[in-house]
């Protein structure tokens, strides 16, 4: 597999990926499901298809599953969501799809 699956290049020109949207946008029953769906898919195709390439990026899915049930990201990659004006921003995780909230004085909650 190459690059991050988070940032595929034939999603460059969008101003916010795929994932990062659904993340924001999904419920964590609705991530699971996509995530579950995608492991399945790729372990499912491996030996047909492209082999180890489909099991890595199976692996990356189950992985991003993983940390949405622990809890345990940590929140290295925040994109500004904020849909109004205001002093508190609205933060995407872009790792875990987290929306984290920072107050005036820069504490995150």
Not at 35 to 44: A, D, F, L, P, T
Not at 53 to 59: M, N, Q, T
Not at 75 to 98: Q, Y
Request: glycine share 8%.
């Amino acid at each position: 597999m190459t690059g991050d699956m988070a940032h595929q290049p034939h999603y460059e020109d969008d101003k916010i990926q795929p994932i990062e949207i659904m993340r924001a946008n999904f419920s964590k029953e609705e991530l699971v499901g996509f995530y579950k769906g995608n492991v399945i898919k790729y372990v499912s195709r491996a030996q047909r298809k492209n082999g180890v390439e489909d099991l890595e990026k199976a692996a990356v899915y189950l992985g991003w599953w993983i940390e949405l049930e622990k809890g345990s990201c940590q929140h290295d990659r925040l994109i500004d969501v904020t849909s109004h004006e205001g002093s508190e921003r609205e933060l995407l995780c872009a790792s875990c799809g987290a929306v984290l909230r920072k107050t005036l004085n820069g504490v995150i909650e």
